[in-house]
Nanobody
């Protein structure tokens, strides 16, 4: 049974930082491209960042470039999202997701096979 479990969310003031983690089990993590998405109330899933199985490249939404960093540790079956200079508009439930890596990263949520349960990030002004 595949499980993706996120942690690290919380309440932070604008300008602050949080580090999200997502631990995967039940799959060969090093074969999967991983991504982070977020969903604010009343909105669709929004792509945030993605990283291929090798970790050699990264992809970001324009709204988070220069502020967020995605990374992975295949030995720990974990993907991270370091979020700096947080803004109130970053408030959302953040989800990690994974898909078999045949051709690199994807910003399309429908590409992803597995999803975590989400972790709430709230940024106060």
């Amino acid at each position: 049974q595949v499980q993706l479990v996120e942690s690290g969310g919380g309440l932070v003031q604008a300008g602050g930082s949080l580090r999200l983690s997502c631990v995967a089990s039940g799959l060969t993590f090093s074969r999967y491209s991983m991504g982070w998405f977020r969903q604010a109330p009343g909105k669709d899933h929004e792509f945030v960042a993605a990283i291929p199985w090798s970790g050699r490249t990264t992809d970001y939404a324009d709204s988070v470039k220069g502020r967020f960093t995605i990374s992975r540790d295949n030995a720990k079956n974990t993907v991270y999202l370091q979020m700096n200079s947080l803004k109130p508009e970053d408030t959302a439930v953040y989800y990690c997701a994974g898909h078999i890596d045949y051709s690199g990263t994807s910003d399309n949520p429908r590409t992803y096979e597995y999803w975590g349960q989400g972790t709430q990030v709230t940024v106060s002004s």
